[in-house]
């Protein structure tokens, strides 16, 4: 049976081609596990779920990747605010690894109630750190980056089709140099490494690296952890809508400015589950 989905990059639906004949790789970004996932985040990981069993309905083996995210996912997707996991276990008089257990495992009890196929791995951002810094040291070395007081940025507007996901208008580069250390060269820049702030007291998640002790950025690890059990370049890329403007922008940018290579080859978003007209 020929397979057509639509694809988010193209805006059409596509004939599935697969890049190797029976194995088709699918990465779905996870939850952040600071608290218990809401129904909208789970109709994301049904629709993954759909998305897979059609696809072995059609007799493909499907390697299915969900990321868990531990770390680095801050209150604002700017790159500001506290980190989540830090947040709750303050909240909670918890350490950020006892936060993510539990609500790990509260995940996987509702994907069990919702019969959901368990992917083949739930890697964690804490622990594929090295990868992380691996990639980031690459966009480095092709002149891609930049360190200000509070991290070190990838610049967006030495990204070759930044934004094509999202089909963002072109970057409207700020006038000048930094105003002060720290801010960002361009808006749509985004944080790769944040160091740790002694204002903010004593992270409990933090990890050396060539720029000096910190965290990975919310994005990294997503492309990070793709590419190590899919590939540098796979089939099927799927989230929620929400993450087309920045997440997956900057995902796409990051990992094929790493690499040179074409990232994935079909992005598809579930949309938000709402109710009378309002997001749940």
């Not at 809401?38 to 083996?61: C, E």
């Not at 594929?128 to 891609?144: A, D, F, P, S």
């Amino acid at each position: 049976m020929v397979l057509k989905f639509y694809n988010t990059l193209t805006r059409k639906k596509e004939t599935f081609k697969p890049i190797n004949k029976d194995v088709v790789g699918i990465y779905s970004c996870g939850p952040t596990v600071y608290w218990y996932q809401h129904i909208g985040n789970m109709r994301t990981y049904v629709f993954s779920d759909i998305l897979k069993r059609t696809l072995i309905f059609n007799g493909y083996s499907v390697r299915h990747i969900i990321n868990v995210t531990d770390v680095g996912h801050l209150t604002s997707d700017a790159d500001e605010g506290e980190d989540k996991m830090e947040k709750a276990a303050k909240k909670e008089g918890k350490s950020a690894g006892e936060i993510a257990e539990f609500y790990f495992n509260a995940l996987k009890n509702d994907l069990e109630k919702l019969n959901i196929i368990f992917p083949e791995k739930f890697p964690r951002a804490s622990e594929h750190i090295k990868e992380q810094i691996e990639i980031i040291k690459k966009l480095e070395k092709k002149g891609l980056t930049y360190e200000t007081e509070d991290g070190i940025y990838f610049n967006a507007a030495k990204s070759k089709n930044y934004g094509k996901l999202a089909r963002l208008k072109k970057i409207n580069i700020l006038a000048g140099k930094r105003i002060s250390l720290g801010e960002k060269i361009n808006p749509t820049d985004f944080a790769l490494w944040k160091f740790s702030s002694s204002s903010d007291g004593k992270r409990q998640q933090e990890w050396n690296s060539p720029w000096g002790v910190g965290f990975p950025g919310w994005h990294i690890e997503c492309s990070a952890m793709s590419m190590k059990y899919l590939g540098e370049h796979f089939d099927i890329h799927t989230g929620g809508m929400d993450h087309i403007p920045i997440h997956h922008t900057n995902e796409i940018a990051q990992s094929e400015n790493a690499t040179g290579k074409k990232f994935v080859n079909y992005w598809m978003h579930g949309a938000f589950l709402t109710h009378e007209g309002e997001k749940i």
